[in-house]
């Protein structure tokens, strides 16, 4: 545990300044520590590297794909490190608390967001809906206005949204209405 925590904090100091080469070692070195490392190490070291803008790519991707959401939650939600493709199929294989804390993420593409769009409950809809920075497909537009129809909370969260193409905003009124 000690030894983790010197390490990462070694890496957080100078991340900034490490060049590809440096930071795949530290990668290299943090993913064997953390195979002997306890829940709460993990989630300490993933909230740690979450801040970091060029964390090791390896770690992040395997503290983010853990069940456990105390460990993959503070990546998910918050690591510069993780890939589109690293989220979506994140996306689509884990559960609903997962699915959250990608939504609360600071910018989303399309691609991750039909995912969640797609298999996100009420509660994953209305924060992808209220994050500006999540890009949101037509197609993930029309599901969520159609979803809209019964949750007066999610219809007012696609309100607010600037990048509602036009020809849905008569399906949007509508769903106010109900």
């Given at each position: 545990?000690?030894?983790?925590r010197?390490?990462?904090?070694?890496?957080?100091?100078?991340?900034?300044?490490?060049?590809?080469?440096?930071?795949?070692?530290?990668?290299?070195?943090?993913t064997?520590?953390?195979?002997?490392?306890?829940?709460?190490?993990?989630?300490?070291?993933?909230?740690?590297?979450?801040?970091?803008?060029?964390?090791?790519?390896?770690?992040?991707?395997?503290?983010?794909?853990?069940?456990?959401i105390?460990?993959?939650g503070?990546?998910?939600?918050?690591?510069?490190?993780?890939?589109?493709?690293?989220l979506?199929?994140?996306?689509?294989?884990?559960?609903?608390?997962?699915?959250?804390?990608?939504?609360?993420?600071?910018?989303?593409?399309?691609?991750?967001?039909?995912?969640?769009?797609?298999?996100?409950?009420?509660?994953?809809?209305?924060?992808?809906?209220?994050?500006?920075?999540a890009?949101?497909?037509?197609?993930?537009?029309?599901?969520?206005?159609?979803?809209?129809?019964?949750?007066?909370?999610?219809?007012?969260?696609?309100?607010?949204?600037?990048?509602?193409?036009?020809?849905?905003?008569?399906?949007?009124?509508?769903?106010?209405?109900?």
């Open positions: 545990m000690q030894i983790l010197s390490i990462t904090d070694l890496f957080v100091l100078g991340a900034e300044s490490y060049s590809e080469e440096q930071i795949a070692i530290f990668d290299d070195v943090i064997r520590l953390i195979e002997k490392m306890d829940p709460r190490s993990l989630s300490e070291l993933s909230a740690r590297l979450a801040e970091v803008a060029n964390p090791p790519k390896g770690v992040v991707a395997q503290l983010s794909g853990s069940d456990n105390a460990i993959s503070p990546a998910l939600e918050k690591s510069e490190g993780l890939s589109d493709e690293a979506v199929s994140i996306a689509a294989s884990k559960g609903q608390k997962h699915l959250k804390a990608i939504a609360g993420r600071r910018s989303l593409s399309e691609v991750v967001t039909d995912v969640l769009v797609e298999r996100g409950d009420p509660e994953v809809s209305r924060r992808v809906s209220a994050n500006l920075g890009r949101l497909s037509e197609m993930g537009f029309v599901k969520l206005i159609n979803r809209a129809k019964k949750d007066r909370s999610l219809a007012d969260a696609i309100s607010s949204r600037t990048d509602l193409p036009p020809e849905l905003v008569p399906f949007l009124r509508l769903a106010l209405e109900t």
